[in-house]
């Protein structure tokens, strides 16, 4: 992408401009449970906080912020989406990681079709982790899924396309500190 598309409000609008769908205060409350959970669910571990790249970078750092256990933080790499809004179907998995004997809460940021957590699971659970379980911020409504059992959830969204705290278009977006909409 050159530089004008980059800055072109057609492509990009102002963040301002944008419908906002989950505030920061609602964001951080639902997180400050999830992680309360967690810590209580978990207590006398150390669980692993294995989060989705990119999506899931701002989500898995104000978990561990906000857990009163010990945790190791670990980030895997999954993309579907490539730069568009519909998904792919095809998912790209970079995972060195080996999980094997831990306590894995695995972090993404949506739950849309399903895909990408299925893949992920998949490899994790080959590795024989002592436990596994999910942590998805947005479930999307609405969507085609592959079941996925998903232990802590954010919120229940409606099929609409939705950027910030860690979700992109095209890169963009990924900063800013509420869930809006760009459709
Ligand atoms: P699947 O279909 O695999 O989708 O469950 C999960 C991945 O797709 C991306 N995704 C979105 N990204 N806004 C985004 O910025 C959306 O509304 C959206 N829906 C799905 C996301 O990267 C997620 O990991
Ligand atoms: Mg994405």
Known sequence: ???????????????STLEVLILPHDLRKRVT?????????????VVWLVGVLKGAF????????????PCQIHFVQASSYG????????????????VSGQHVVLIEDIYDTGNTLKRVLRDLRQQNPASLEVCTLLD???????PVEVKYLGFEIPKRFVVGYGLDYAERY???PYIACLD
Request: net charge negative; aromatic share 4%.
């Open 174 to 176: 990924r900063e800013l």
């Open 1 to 15: 992408m050159n530089d004008r598309a980059a800055l072109n409000p057609d492509t990009f609008p102002e963040p």
């Open 83 to 98: 730069s568009g809004k519909e998904s792919s179907g095809q998912v790209q998995l970079d995972n060195t990681l080996d």
């Open 140 to 146: 999307k409504q609405g969507s085609e899924k592959h």
């Open 33 to 45: 449970q999830i992680a309360e959970a967690i810590s209580h669910d978990y207590a006398n571990e």
């Open 58 to 69: 701002m989500l898995t750092s104000d978990l561990a912020r906000n857990l009163t256990i």
